[in-house]
């Protein structure tokens, strides 16, 4: 049974709030997707922050109508698996990963704001670090400065307990 008109009003409102808060979509055509194949992909997902809907295509059309995912409205075509995520490449290495080992799910195209990607921009995506791994990549490139002046300022102390050390030894090698 259809949806009757509030229902679809429903229903734009809450893609549109999905929208507003989304930093990367992915679609992929899923037919012929197993349900035991689609259960672990909506599982992969809700791991890596991914919300994953099936929308109606139209509705899906006037939910992104005046964003900055409209130019992708026009890929909107088939039977559409919509991957949205605050992180910009979380949707397209979730379902890039996913489409590798089963066939059946074909990307067919990607956005983030005002950026429309086709299969080939989304699959560079999905090979970016996500932004936590970037984060600590940035993170371990400003601490190791400081790591570097804190061993170098132990090594002060240390050459000279060496040297004393050194002398001790000598001493003692020289009284026996």
Do not use: C, H, W
């Not at 922050?49 to 890929?75: H, I, Y």
């Not at 970016?128 to 090594?155: C, G, I, Q, Y």
Request: proline residues 5%.
């Amino acid at each position: 049974m259809g949806l009757n008109r509030q229902e679809k009003a429903d229903m734009i409102k809450e893609i549109s709030e999905i929208i507003a808060g989304t930093e990367g979509l992915v679609i992929a055509e899923y037919r012929g997707l197993t349900v035991d194949a689609a259960t672990k992909l909506r599982k992969e997902a809700r791991e890596n922050g991914v919300q994953l809907r099936v929308l109606k295509n139209t509705l899906a059309r006037r939910a992104v109508k005046d964003t900055p995912f409209e130019g992708l409205s026009d890929q909107f075509v088939g039977p559409l698996l919509y991957g949205f995520s605050a992180d910009p490449v979380a949707p397209a290495k979730v379902m890039a990963n996913f489409a590798k080992t089963n066939p059946q799910l074909v990307i067919k195209a990607g956005a983030m704001p005002n950026n429309v990607l086709d299969v080939a921009g989304v699959e560079k995506l999905a090979t970016m670090p996500s932004r936590d791994e970037l984060l600590a990549k940035l993170m371990a490139t400003m601490n190791e400065p400081v790591a570097k002046f804190v061993r170098t300022l132990n090594e002060v102390p240390a050459g000279f307990v060496r040297t004393l050390a050194a002398v001790r030894d000598a001493k003692e090698q020289a009284a026996a």
